[in-house]
């Protein structure tokens, strides 16, 4: 994988942690494909643990950031790994650690932490995610 779409990719996930985190919902989604699967091995408070499609993925991810308004949560990302997928240039496994801070009353708190595993594929601008999975170390009411 070259240096681009190593840069690419991590900005990607990034992004989307940066969109939900403001509220740019839309953008969040875009960073999915169309057709993209999420699957949550864990609880989040009474979001769906299976999400298919751009448009499903944006609605419940919607509905999670209104039911938790009251908090201004930072979704952090880190210790990426990116991997080739053997014989197919168009495709990268990626994993990375995910710890979710929320302030509440002006206090910080730490719901989460996680896992993301996914698979990212080649777009016309770089990379989106095609599935991605999350496995959470606890459950996030």
Not at 25 to 33: G, I, K, P, V, Y
Request: hydrophobic share 40%; charged share 25%.
């Amino acid at each position: 994988m070259n240096v681009e779409d190593r840069l690419l990719a991590i900005d990607l996930l990034h992004r989307y942690g940066h969109c939900y985190d403001q509220g740019e919902l839309d953008a969040m989604a875009d960073c999915f494909t169309e057709d993209a699967t999420f699957t949550i091995n864990g609880s989040v408070g009474s979001m769906p643990t299976a999400l298919e499609g751009r448009p499903a993925i944006r609605k419940a991810m919607g509905e999670r950031r209104a039911a938790t308004a009251n908090a201004q949560r930072r979704h952090l990302i880190s210790n990426v790994i990116l991997d080739e997928v053997p014989g197919d240039p168009d495709r990268i496994q990626a994993a990375c650690y995910l710890l979710v801070g929320s302030t509440e009353d002006g206090t910080l708190h730490l719901p989460s932490t996680g896992r993301y595993t996914d698979v990212m594929v080649r777009s016309g601008d770089g990379w989106l995610i095609a599935e991605r999975v999350l496995t959470l170390d606890s459950t996030i009411g």
